[in-house]
Structure formats: structure tokens, C-alpha cells
């Protein structure tokens, strides 16, 4: 009998360790730079870019769209922890020699992805959080006290929606030679099609499907929807798409790996880096 470790301690251990070796984001400089910096740096940027092209409009017009911008790239940049650095992890494990150990081992995968995440998660969490107070403080967006909670539970699912796309993403990496290529692909594709900078209904009608299908498009429209005091109604339903567009990207990533794990036996890639 091959001995299992429970679900918990499973859990705990990926949690704990995950993000110091595979995950490889626990690095201060790191960690600071993705809550602090690239938020900033990346509203500042498209903000310019909003101004440079529509320089003829009016100021309101004009702040209202900075505003618009500043709120989609507060949330985007949650791509970063959640699906850039959690994609690289398959790259981590091929790089370090223990991708074929993590795929003997006889722990609970479920509690292996859960576990991989939250650390993610809480930096999702914290990235959002600054983003959006930089949009508030630098950018004149309006957060009225009484939205905070239907915004921090907007924040919480879209943290746990973009961590499970992550590990999605993670899994398809795994007989691909790098996952960098796929992470930059799926970073601009939901600057693109999930209304970070543009409304999603000035896209082509086959592209805003394709947005549809982004966890991002459905987190951030529920962040737009919490700041601007929508009913709990109208939440309620974001919500629910954004929950289950996560618990999609978790049942898949966990559903397919097999899948992912003998195309790359196949392709040789399983250990290729």
C-alpha cells in the first residue's frame, strides 16, 4: 500500500512551499514590485495613452475616460500573480528536476492545485487593493464607503477566478517548451478583450464573445458594477458568473491535466525546459 497524506496537510505544504521554489515569487523585491509598482506604472501609461487619443474631447469627457482606464488596469494587473507567475510554475518544476517526481507522487492533485494558490490569491488580493486606491487618490475615481463590501467580495472572486485560469494555463504549459510565450499571449489578450481600456460592445461582435469567455471580463465588470453602486441584484449575477468561471478554470485545470500529462509523455516535453 503506497501511504497518502491528508488533503490538509497536502495543502498546507504547497502553501507553504510552493511559492518559495516552483511559484518562485516570495523574493521582497518581487512581491513589492507586483502590490506596488506595476500597477502603477501600467494605469500610468494607458492613462497617457487615453489622453494622447482623445485630446480633442471635453475635460469630462475626457476624466471620465481616464477614470474607465485607471479602474480596468487596477484590476488587470492582477494577471501578473495570477496567471503569469502560477503558469511559470510547470517551467519551475521542469527547470529544478521534479516534474516527474510531482507526477508519481500519490498526494491529492486537488490539494496540490488548492494549495498552489493561495498564496497567489493573497497577492491578487493586495494588488487589486493598491490598484484601485492609486485609481481613487491619482485618478479622481469616486469609491463612496458604501460600496466597499460588494467591492471587496468583487475582488475576492476575481482573485480566485484569474489563480484558477492561472493553473489552467499552468497545465496546458506542460508540454509546451516554455509557459512565458502562453503567459504574455493570455496578458494582453485580457488587455484586449475584457473592457480594460474599451468598452467590451466596441469590439467586433466574434471578439466580445471571446471576452465572454475571460474570467477577467466577468471580474472586472463586477468591480466596475460594486464602484459604481449597482443593485445587489445586478451583483448577485456578476458575482455568480465570476464564481463560476473560477470554479470552471479549477475544475478544468485539475479534469484535463491528464490529458496535458500524456500529450507532453508523447511530445517528450515532459522534461524539457
Known sequence: MVPRTSFLRTFWTNAVFAPRTSLGFMRIDFVLGTVFVIPLTQMVF????????????SASALASAVQFTAIGNAV??????????????????????????????????????????????????????????????????SIPASSIPSLAVSVVLTAFAMVGFGLLLGGVALYLRTSIILGNIFLFVGLLLSGVN????????????????????????????????????????????????????????????????????????????
Not at 471571446?210 to 458575482?239: C, K, M, Q
Open 46 to 57: 494607458f492613462a497617457f495613452v487615453v489622453r494622447l487619443g482623445d485630446a480633442g474631447a
Open 76 to 141: 488587470a494587473t492582477v494577471t501578473y500573480s495570477s496567471v503569469f507567475s502560477v503558469c511559470q510554475t510547470t517551467d519551475s518544476e521542469k527547470f529544478q528536476g521534479t516534474m516527474e517526481h510531482l507526477l508519481v507522487s500519490p498526494a491529492s492533485r486537488l490539494a496540490m492545485y488548492f494549495g498552489r494558490g493561495l498564496i497567489p490569491i493573497l497577492i491578487s488580493l493586495a494588488t487589486v487593493t493598491v490598484g484601485l486606491t492609486y485609481a481613487a487618490v491619482f485618478f479622481g475615481v
Open 198 to 273: 474599451f468598452p467590451l460592445s466596441q469590439l467586433p461582435l466574434p471578439l466580445q464573445y471571446a471576452g465572454y469567455g475571460l474570467p477577467l471580463t466577468w471580474g472586472l465588470a463586477a468591480i466596475r458594477a460594486a464602484i459604481s453602486g449597482e443593485p445587489l441584484g445586478s451583483l448577485a449575477v456578476l458575482w455568480g458568473a465570476v464564481a463560476l468561471a473560477g470554479a470552471l478554470s479549477f475544475a478544468a485545470a485539475i479534469s484535463l491535466w491528464e490529458v496535458f500529462e500524456r500529450r507532453a509523455l508523447s511530445t517528450g516535453s515532459i522534461a524539457r525546459f
